[in-house]
Structure formats: structure tokens, C-alpha cells
């Protein structure tokens, strides 16, 4: 078993951070796997191809033979599993790529990593990890009075999004107690950051700001969100997989709580300032369209455990976390322009289209 670690997944957007960010602090060789749909793009690895200490892999977490050949030519030490669809919007109108890539994904995805745990050494055994990255969502929605989750809390998914991930976590906790597998959970808020793929709420306001297009808002703006700035997430990630106790679930959290409107006006000021328009402001762009269906109405993260336990906390504000990405996504227009072509096109106008509005 050698100094190299597995990343599934890291080519997304929380993925390709992680991975960037392993490589620049130099702890050790990475491979990256991942199948390249419209969220994962080569892109967010540009600036380190080429690298001795990183590898990419095209394929699937569900494809067996790709992934155990993986295990046996690289030997990893930890399995990182950031592979997942993930939009909830998504999940509504096509609920069975999330089952199989979620679940089944996770699922075959297990059963090769263990049986390549099962043919290490006790010793190497001992230090294998597999770190499952998982969501907020998977504890339901919370009142607008009711204490944070908190990883005791009971899972109560809403979305198919959500109830897919809350079945990859079941997986892996089985796996663990049933197999012995030495496993990692997180559960985090909303991520927000460089190389995010703008279906989200953060970077379409501000690709749709920029082209002179509506913002558009869910309902009346007041669902709520904690918001994690992503490298910030990596590094809890980290944390987790050098410390975490085997078995264990980790919350991570922002303790940034913010109503999707605020988040808007937020972005609007910061452009404002950043690239002003040429008369008024970009909130004059906003727009309040037709709820989702089971719009969950609050999320928050108790990240407690992993500040007592681990020692780790956040290092940005949002404040200061959303200047920084508002700022890169205005200095990455290439990229922007990039991956908001053919797919993401397609995908803007049927989830809006369904709800009567144009925003494309």
C-alpha cells in the first residue's frame, strides 16, 4: 500500500478542489476517477496536469472492473467518494440517475474497496480509510426555531436527491459494521466556491447577472441555507481522513445561516462594486419564480463535533469566502463560458421552462 489516495468524483466541483489543493500542499500521489457527465469537467484540473503526483482515470464508481483495476495498479491507502449526482432539481425530473449513480454507484463502489481491503496486510488494514462525502439534506428540513443537525439527528430525506444520498450513507455504515471496512462520513452545508457548476443558486445568479438575465429566486427567497466556503470543506476533509475516528460520522458546517434572498443581495453588492453596470443595480434583475416541489424550507449544521473532537473549524466568513468566489468567477469567464455551453443550456430550459419562465 503506498503514499496515494483514491478521489471519486474529482473532477465536480467539492472533487476537483479537494484534489487541486492535496496536490499543492504535496501530501502524496492522487488519483482522480471520474465519468466526465456534464458536472465533472478536465477543466478544474487544468492547473495541475501534468503533475508527477496526480493521475486522472475516466470511468464510472459503478463500473467493477474499471475501479478494481484501479485499486490493484495504484494501491491506495484511503478512497475518497465524492462521486454523486447532486442537484436537487435534477433529482425531480430524472430521480433514476440519482438511484444509480448514488446508490448502486456507491454499492459496487463498496464491494471493490472491500475486497481490496480484504487482501492488504492487518497492519495496512488498519490504515485504509474509506471517507464518504455526504449532505446536510439527508436530516430533512428544520423549522425556522429548531436547533441545527447534529449527527444523532434521524434522517429524514425529502428529495429523491437526498433520499439517495441517505441511502449511500446506510450503505457505507453497514459496510463498516457488517464488513469491519475502516469508513468516514461527512455530512456538509452548502458549498460555494471556485470551479462550481453554475445549475447552483451562487454561480447562476452571477453568470445570469453578468449576461443581463433574470436572478431567479424560489418562492418568496426565504428558505435558508448554511453556507460552506469549499476549500474550507477540503480541509475538514482532510481533518477527517488523518483523525476521524473509524465508523464515525462528522458534521460540517459554515455557521454562515442565510435566506436565499440575502444570499442574492449579497452577490448584486459585491458586483456592484466589482463591475458595476452601466445604470442601476443587479438586484434590478431579480426575480421571484414558482417554488420547487418539496422546497425544503431550512437546513443547518451543528459542526460542534468536529471543532471538539478534531479541532477543526472554518477559516472564511461568508463574507469574506463569497467576495473571493464572486471574484474568481469574474476572472474565469473562459471557464464560465466554457460550461455553460450545451448541456447546461439544456438543462436551464427545461427546469424553468416547466415553472413558465424564460431565463434562458
Not at 454562515?256 to 452601466?278: Q, S
Not at 469567464?333 to 434562458?360: C, F, I, M, P
Request: with cysteine.
Amino acid at each position: 500500500m503506498k503514499n496515494c489516495i483514491v478521489v471519486t468524483g474529482g473532477a465536480g466541483f467539492i472533487g476537483s478542489n479537494f484534489v487541486n489543493n492535496w496536490v499543492k500542499l504535496g501530501l502524496g500521489k492522487v488519483v482522480t476517477l471520474d465519468k466526465l457527465t456534464y458536472a465533472g469537467n478536465l477543466e478544474n484540473l487544468a492547473e495541475i496536469e501534468g503533475h508527477p503526483d496526480h493521475v486522472f482515470v475516466q470511468a464510472d464508481i459503478g463500473d467493477r472492473v474499471a475501479v478494481k483495476a484501479l485499486l490493484t495498479t495504484h494501491q491506495p491507502r484511503a478512497v475518497l467518494n465524492f462521486a454523486a449526482e447532486s442537484h436537487v432539481d435534477r433529482s425531480i425530473h430524472a430521480p433514476g440517475e440519482f438511484i444509480q449513480t448514488n446508490v448502486l454507484g456507491t454499492f459496487n463502489l463498496l464491494e471493490e474497496v472491500r475486497a481490496y481491503w480484504g487482501e492488504l496486510s492487518p497492519e495496512e488494514q488498519g490504515e485504509f480509510r474509506f471517507l464518504h462525502v455526504s449532505t446536510d439534506e439527508v436530516y430533512g428540513s428544520l423549522t425556522a426555531d429548531a436547533p441545527a443537525f447534529r449527527e444523532t439527528n434521524p434522517y429524514e430525506p425529502n428529495s429523491p436527491y437526498s433520499a439517495s444520498k441517505a441511502a449511500s450513507d446506510h450503505l457505507v455504515r453497514a459496510y463498516h459494521h457488517t464488513y469491519g471496512l475502516p469508513t468516514l462520513t461527512t455530512n456538509c452545508s452548502n458549498n460555494y466556491g471556485p470551479y462550481h457548476f453554475p445549475e447552483k443558486l451562487i454561480p447562476l445568479v452571477i453568470h445570469n447577472a453578468l449576461n443581463g438575465k433574470p436572478l431567479p429566486i424560489y418562492g418568496n427567497g426565504s428558505n435558508i441555507r448554511d453556507w460552506l466556503f469549499v476549500e474550507d470543506h477540503c480541509s475538514a476533509i482532510r481533518r477527517v481522513l488523518e483523525a476521524g475516528k473509524v465508523g464515525e460520522t462528522y458534521n460540517v458546517g459554515g455557521w454562515n445561516e442565510k435566506t436565499n434572498l440575502e444570499v442574492v443581495h449579497t452577490l448584486c453588492d459585491i458586483l456592484d462594486i466589482e463591475k458595476p453596470k452601466a445604470a442601476g443595480s443587479y438586484k434590478d434583475q431579480i426575480t421571484f419564480v414558482t417554488d420547487r416541489p418539496g422546497h425544503d424550507q431550512r437546513y443547518a449544521i451543528d459542526a460542534t463535533k468536529i471543532e471538539k473532537e478534531l479541532g477543526w473549524k472554518p477559516a472564511e466568513t461568508f463574507e469574506t469566502g463569497i467576495r473571493k468566489t464572486v471574484v474568481w468567477y469574474l476572472q474565469h469567464q473562459d471557464w464560465v463560458n466554457h460550461v455553460t455551453s450545451g448541456e447546461y443550456k439544456k438543462w436551464v430550459n427545461q427546469n424553468y421552462k416547466t415553472r413558465n419562465e424564460e431565463l434562458a
